[in-house]
C-alpha cells in the first residue's frame, strides 16, 4: 500500500474532526502509518499564519491577499508535512485543504480563486480522496457553536454564510467527481464513518 492523501472539506460542525480522530482509530487498528494533519496549519510556520488570519483584528486584508497567505500556509504544509509523509509511504489525512480555499475566499472574489488556482497548480499535488462532509447547515452550526474555540471568525458570519458555503462545496464536488465524495453528514456518527473506511477500502483496491 503506498502513500495515500486523503481531505476532509464541508462546513463548521458537519463532523470532520469527529470522522477523522475515527478514521485515525482506523488506521492505527491496521498497523498502518498515518499522519493527521490540517489547514489552515499543519507545520509552526503555517500555524502563525493561521492565528492571524483567524484573528478579528486582521489588518483589514483584501480578501485576494487573505487568499495568498492562506496560499503560503499550504505551500509550507505541503513541502514540510504532506509531501515527505506521501514519499515515506504513510497515509495523509487532512483536516480542510484546497476545496476550502476556493470556497471560502474564492465566493467572496473571484480574482482570489484565480490566483490560489495559479500557486495551486504548481504545487504539484492534490489529494487522492476528498470527503465532503454535507449537511443542514442549521444543525451544522447549533453543533458548531456549542463548542468551545476562540476561532470563531467564520462560523460569526451566521446561517445564510454558511447555506452559500454548502452550496459552493457542492458545486465543486460535482465539478470534481472523480476525487470529491459527498457524504451524508445528518446520519449517526457510525454510519458516516462506514461510508468513509467502504470509500478508502475501495480505494485502496
Ligand atoms: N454524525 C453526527 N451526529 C451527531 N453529532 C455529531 C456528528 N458528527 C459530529 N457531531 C458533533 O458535532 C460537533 C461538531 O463536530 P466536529 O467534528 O467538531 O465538526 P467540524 O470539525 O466539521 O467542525 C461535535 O460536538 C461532534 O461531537
Ligand atoms: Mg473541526
Not at 24 to 48: I, L, R
Not at 70 to 82: G, L, S, T, Y
Not at 107 to 134: C, E, H, V, Y
Request: charged share 30%; proline share 2%; net charge neutral.
Amino acid at each position: 500500500m503506498k502513500g495515500i492523501f486523503i481531505s476532509f472539506e464541508g462546513i463548521d460542525g458537519c463532523g470532520k474532526s469527529t470522522q477523522i480522530n475515527l478514521l485515525a482509530k482506523y488506521f492505527a487498528k491496521q498497523k498502518k502509518s498515518f499522519v493527521k494533519t490540517e489547514e489552515p496549519g499543519g507545520t509552526e510556520g503555517a500555524n502563525e499564519i493561521r492565528k492571524i488570519l483567524l484573528r478579528e483584528n486582521n489588518f483589514k486584508w483584501s480578501v485576494e491577499t487573505e487568499a495568498l497567505l492562506f496560499m503560503a500556509a499550504r505551500n509550507d504544509h505541503v513541502e514540510k508535512v504532506i509531501k515527505p509523509a506521501i514519499e515515506d509511504n504513510k497515509v495523509v489525512i487532512c483536516d480542510r485543504f484546497m476545496d476550502s480555499t476556493i470556497v471560502y475566499q474564492g465566493m467572496r472574489s473571484p480574482q482570489a480563486k484565480k490566483l490560489s488556482l495559479l500557486l495551486f497548480d504548481q504545487m504539484g499535488i492534490n489529494p487522492d480522496i476528498t470527503f465532503l462532509i454535507d449537511m443542514d447547515p442549521e444543525i451544522a452550526l447549533d453543533r458548531a457553536l456549542n463548542r468551545e474555540t476562540d476561532e470563531d471568525r467564520f462560523e460569526n458570519y451566521g446561517i445564510k454564510f454558511q447555506r452559500q458555503l454548502r452550496k459552493n462545496f457542492l458545486d465543486i464536488a460535482k465539478k470534481h467527481s472523480e476525487r470529491i465524495k459527498i457524504i451524508d453528514g445528518n446520519q449517526s456518527l457510525q454510519h458516516v464513518a462506514t461510508q468513509i473506511m467502504e470509500s478508502i477500502e475501495t480505494l485502496i483496491k
